[in-house]
């Protein structure tokens, strides 16, 4: 996040331009002062029930902010064992990580159960599978999908009928069937519907019908709701109205565990809510270019830095941030990826010059996880700020990087 200080911009106390010229560009730079605010949000909300937090680490995955989490208090949400071992390696206890897949091998569940990890699963022939090998000796959390359909985008929207993640409210007889006759041990319910919810009451929704499943299993410890919550992109943006949801969410859940007659954890999973705020993305403007159709603002970055933009159409609000007050001009931002690249159409901003700087808000959440070398670049270096000093905690990558991989075959030479 940016703000404005003596008419420099700033992440954290930090110049921007301290940051550009210590790291170079493009770079990932987080703020953790954002990340314990939104942490210190949701955990105020629902502060009247026994809730764990667990950070979803596909957003974000440096190690450093796996163990900032981890100072917070928060738990980890992975879904592949790569992530369970990152986990791991940054000091979270095998107790304080779930693990959720879909569509895994047996054999990287079995590698997740070696890890001591609560175990989700969210298919019934691996429920039966897994009840076959284990059956009372490993608990596991059960993934429902409610099939309500909710969430800002089809690709990020998990709860619905054609959604391949979930196991159908429907299909919880024959869940039931096979948890009782392996003797399975189900500790927990989860469900995670997709990314962006709006409206409390969709959640709220779907929490019922999650709630309805309880019905089906008797030794529950938690209930896990996922994530899904909304942060603004834009100014004036839609957002979940935290203090709203825990307000009415906590009521409801603690009327269940009266209902149920046993106090359970409540637990969410949240990416982009605790850390998509927190990210904010640098990058220079190599050069201007005026089409007969637009102005174009071409910088040192692309789709394989930032590809939120072209793989859901997000908006990313854009700032020059080495003109602050300077006249505001229409600009189109692209990247240099040598094919359709563009960042933001039609956007305002103070005008720009070749060399400006220029910020991308909210990049903390799938900014730089979702990077990759296409065109053969580097990926960019990350940057914490925190308490005042910046840290490089991920360098930028160089050209063995690159090859790191490649088998030359002598034949070749
Ligand atoms: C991606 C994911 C999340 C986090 O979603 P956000 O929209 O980033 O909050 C939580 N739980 C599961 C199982 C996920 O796959």
Redesign the pocket.
Known sequence: MIQLHNNHYQIGGIDIDTLCKTYDTPIYVYDTAIIKRQYETLTKAFASCNTRIKF?C??LNNINILRYFKQLGAGL?T?SIQEVWVGLKAGFEPHEIIY?PNCVSMEEIELAVQAGVQINIDNLSVLEQFGTKYGSTIPVCIRINPHVMAGGNIN?STGHIDSKFGISIYQMRHAERIVNSLKMHVNGLHM?TG??IVDVDIFLRAADILFEQTQYFKDLEFIDF????KVPYKPDDYYTDMQELGEKLSKRFLEFCKEYGRDLQLSF?????LVSQCGTFLVKVNVLKQTTAAMFVGVDSGLNHLIRPMFYNAYHHITNVSNPGGKERIYTVVGYICETDTFGWDRKLSEVHEGDILAFSNAG?YGNTMASNYNSRFRPAEVMVHEGKHYLIRKRENIDDLLRNQVELEEFK
């Open positions: 979803a596909k957003a949400d879904v959720t990020i995670h990314s962006d996922g994530s899904g919550f999973e949240p990416g982009k809510f959440a």
